[in-house]
C-alpha cells in the first residue's frame, strides 16, 4: 500500500526556512503528479503546491508563489518543499501527496492515503 512518511517541520521565526522532504512507496512513483497539502487549526486542508510527474510543469496557491519551491527526486522517491520567508499564516501541519491517477497533471485529485504531516509553527 501507498506510504508517505514526510518531515523537515518545526518552529521558525517569520521570514526564516524550512525544507519539507515526504518520502514515498508503494507506487510507481515517477509516474504520479505528487503535491503538498496544509492544514491549520479550524481550517480546511488546502493545496499549496505540485509537481507534475514530469517535473516540468509546477503549480502554488497564491500567497506562497515566489516563496516556495516544490521540486522531486525521482532516484530516491522523495518530493521536496523549500519555504523561504516564512510567515505565521503559514502555521499548519503539511502533507504530502500522490496523485491517484498516474500521468496526470499538476493539478490533482490525490490517492486517499496520507500520511501523519509535519508541524511547521512561524512565529512572529
Known amino acids: 500500500h501507498v506510504q508517505l512518511v514526510e518531515s523537515g517541520g518545526g518552529l521558525v521565526q517569520a521570514g526564516g526556512s524550512l525544507r519539507l522532504s515526504c518520502v514515498v512507496s508503494?507506487?510507481?512513483?515517477?509516474?504520479?503528479?505528487m503535491g503538498w497539502f496544509r492544514q491549520a487549526p479550524g481550517k480546511e486542508r488546502e493545496f499549496v503546491a505540485g509537481?507534475?510527474?514530469?517535473?516540468?510543469?509546477?503549480y502554488y496557491l497564491g500567497s506562497v508563489r515566489g516563496r516556495f519551491t516544490i521540486s522531486r527526486d525521482n532516484a530516491k522517491n522523495t518530493v521536496y518543499l523549500e519555504m523561504n520567508n516564512l510567515k505565521p499564516m503559514d502555521t499548519a501541519v503539511y502533507y504530502c501527496a500522490a496523485d491517484r491517477l498516474i500521468y496526470g497533471d499538476v493539478w490533482f485529485t490525490p490517492i486517499n492515503s496520507w500520511g501523519q504531516g509535519t508541524q511547521v509553527t512561524v512565529s512572529a
Open positions: 509537481i507534475k510527474w514530469s517535473g516540468d510543469d509546477t
Open positions: 508503494g507506487l510507481s512513483f515517477e509516474d504520479h503528479s
